[in-house]
């Protein structure tokens, strides 16, 4: 069952969902906005089943709870790892259809993504917001070196199933793919929002190291690394950066230490 939703708003999006009676959405903590009376709320800290959004509640006696118990152990310590939030609200309908609004955490847009059971997607850590029940929310790590040379890249919002995903970004939003390209596009590593599962995902050094590779690195404000995006497939960019954004508050509130070397020398003041 596809998911009833409109994406409204310019500035700040948000996404209201129309829900039919027993459908279930789900969202991370903190992204909801209002529901009519009708639609139940429950926070739990396992994820959906795949199965409508119905936990196995014991199945198999013992030795079910057990593992149910533990697979959601290990849910809750992989977002824990990610720094995501622990807990999901899950939202149902009840003798009628029912209405919720969710929204991102930043001004940006919001992107619907269909899910149809065999390409799964990925989005940078923190732009899941809300999906139905029957798309699995995983975490995924970029490789050792590629993740940690790329800082927001490391970590990686995994959605596998069927069915409809909502995910935000800051500013706006643009949808490239690479095969139209060349093959290959480079961006900074903080304007990734989301890409389909087949797209290669990979970091690499801004120019050699040489003068101008330092040059690019000091006073580019990318800093040493970009983000590779390499095959065939969807790929979605957003065109502010939370590090630009973060900058930008610290500059109007007096605040600004990067003075004119960029990305590289700058100072991020606690």
Known sequence: MTLQQEIVGNAMQMAVVNLD????????????????????????????SGSGGQQGGGSGGMG???RQAMGTAMQVGQRMLAGESLAFQYFTAQGGQGTVGFAGVLPGEMRALELDGH????????????AESSVQFGIAFAGGRTGMS??????????????????????????????????????????????????????????????????????????LSLATLEGNGRVILQ?????????????????????PTGGLFSTHAG
């Open 21 to 48: 009676p027993g459908q279930t959405v789900y969202c991370e903590a903190g992204k909801f906005l209002f529901k009519t009376t009708n639609v139940t709320m429950e926070t739990r800290l396992s994820g959906p």
């Open 64 to 66: 079910g709870m057990l």
């Open 119 to 130: 390409r799964a997607w990925f989005a940078e850590k923190d732009a899941f917001v809300a």
């Open 150 to 223: 790329g800082g927001e890249g490391f970590v990686l919002e995994k959605f596998t199933g069927h069915g409809t995903v909502i995910i935000a970004g800051a500013g706006n939003f643009i949808d490239l793919n690479p095969a139209d390209f060349g093959g290959r596009i480079e961006v900074d590593t903080g304007c990734v929002v989301a890409f389909e599962e087949g797209i290669q995902y990979g970091v690499q050094r801004v120019g050699g190291l040489n003068r101008q590779g330092v040059m690019n690195a000091v006073f580019g404000g990318e800093g």
């Open 239 to 259: 065109s502010l950066t939370i590090e630009s954004l973060a900058n930008a508050l610290k500059k109007a509130q007096g605040g600004d230490k990067q003075g």
